[in-house]
């Protein structure tokens, strides 16, 4: 996928008025979960990306344990200026529905295993 077509989805689905509001939200939110992949996991997703948010996946800060999907969502809000909880949990399901698109069903089970509980509603496959 290229990026102008990552950030296009992401804008639409986030409602963004610009493309670098989009561009901001994505680069948070991927670095952020990058921190919570390893291995061929967060390998195959870096592949399918766009490779400047290829990048930021596979050199992540790292986490020092595994973030709830509430507590994500709260590190997303204090990584964006002026961001409350409600708006990161807009980004983050903006962001993680286009990853998961991207990614496809098989993967995104297989990133989904690797996060604690919670998370597939923030990827948009919420676990019936």
Known sequence: MRADAFLDQVRERGEYGTREEADRASRTVLALLGA????EVRS???????????????????ASEPLSAERFVRATAAWIEGATEKTAAWDVGAVLSVAADAAGEELTRRILLQLPPGYDILFGHPQH
């Open 36 to 39: 919570h992949l390893v291995g």
């Open 44 to 62: 195959e997703l870096a592949a399918r990306l766009p490779e400047s948010f290829s990048i930021i996946l596979l050199n992540p800060l790292q």
